[in-house]
C-alpha cells in the first residue's frame, strides 16, 4: 500500500471504528431487549452521555437498572482472538497473523462507574459487564467479561446481595435520564483528546488530582494522589 493509501486508511479509521462500534451496540441492544431478557422489573437505557465538572463528556454503551443494582455495560465489536485479563493496561486482538493493542475495556468501564457514582451519590451498586459482540470472550480471564450469547444470562442470574425496590429502580433511571446530555461525536472526540493530553501532562482525568509513579505487585504505574478517593492509575504517562 502507498504512503497516500496509508494515509487515507488513517485518516478513515475513527469513522470505520466508530460504525463496527455501533454494530456491536445494535447487537446488545437486541439481547437486552424487555422481550428477550426477562419480564421482571427493570430499566434500559442505551448511550448514555455524563458531563463532569470540568465539561468532558463519557459516553455509556448501556445500562440496566435491575433489583440487583446498575449494570454499566460496556460493547467491543473486535474479531478475531482476543486476549487480556483485568490488569493487563491493552488487550490484544489477534487477527490476520497480526497483534493489535487496544486499551483494557475493564479499566474504561472503570472511569464510566466512577462518573456514575458522582450521579448517584455511591448510593447503589454498580456492576462492570464487558460484552464481546463477536462471542470471542473465551481467551479472557475474567468473569465480568463475557460473550453476546451469554449477557442475558448473566444478567438475569448474577448473584448479589442487593434488593433494589421498583422505587428505586425507578428513582435512578430517572435521574440518569435527566443527566443525560446530547452532543454531537466531534465534540465528545474532543473530550476523548483533552484526556489523553491530561494524563500526558500527569494531571488526573477524573478528579484533577496529581499522577505520581507508584510501585505495585504489577510494577510501577501512576496513581492519583488523592487515593483512596479517586482510584485512578495507568501503567505510562
Known amino acids: 500500500m502507498s504512503i497516500f493509501g496509508k494515509m487515507i486508511r488513517m485518516a478513515l479509521r475513527p469513522a ?14 437486541k439481547e437486552l431487549n424487555p422481550m428477550f431478557l ?13 458531563l463532569d465538572e470540568k465539561g468532558k463528556s463519557h459516553q455509556i454503551d448501556h445500562i440496566v437498572i435491575t433489583s440487583k443494582g446498575i ?24 487477527l490476520g497473523g497480526k497483534k493489535y493493542p487496544f486499551p483494557n475495556p475493564l479499566k474504561q468501564n472503570r472511569s464510566h462507574i466512577y462518573h456514575l457514582n458522582q450521579i448517584v451519590k455511591n448510593s447503589y451498586p454498580i456492576e462492570s459487564v464487558v460484552v464481546m459482540s463477536q462471542n470471542n470472550a473465551n481467551s479472557i480471564s475474567c468473569a465480568n467479561v463475557v460473550n453476546l450469547d451469554d449477557i442475558r444470562k448473566y444478567i438475569t442470574e448474577f448473584e448479589s446481595n442487593t434488593l433494589l425496590s421498583d422505587e428505586e429502580m ?9 443527566a443525560n446530555q446530547e452532543i454531537s461525536n466531534r465534540e465528545h472526540q474532543k473530550n476523548i483528546s483533552k484526556t489523553k493530553n491530561e494524563i500526558k501532562e500527569g494531571i488526573c482525568p477524573r478528579c484533577s488530582g496529581r499522577l505520581i509513579q507508584k510501585k505495585g505487585k504489577y510494577g510501577s504505574f501512576y496513581g492519583c494522589s488523592n487515593y483512596p478517593g479517586c482510584t485512578f492509575k495507568i501503567k505510562e504517562k
Do not use: M, P, S
Not at 16 to 29: A, H, P, S
Not at 38 to 50: R, S, V, Y
Open 16 to 29: 470505520i471504528n466508530q460504525k463496527k462500534g455501533k454494530v456491536g451496540e445494535r447487537k446488545v441492544d
Open 38 to 50: 426477562g419480564k421482571f422489573k427493570h430499566h434500559k437505557i442505551n448511550n448514555l452521555i455524563l
Open 71 to 94: 449494570f454499566c455495560i460496556e460493547t467491543k465489536n473486535l474479531a478475531g482472538h482476543i486476549l487480556g485479563n483485568e490488569n493487563q493496561e491493552k488487550w490484544i486482538q489477534c
Open 170 to 178: 425507578d428513582h435512578i433511571y430517572t435521574i440518569l435520564l435527566e
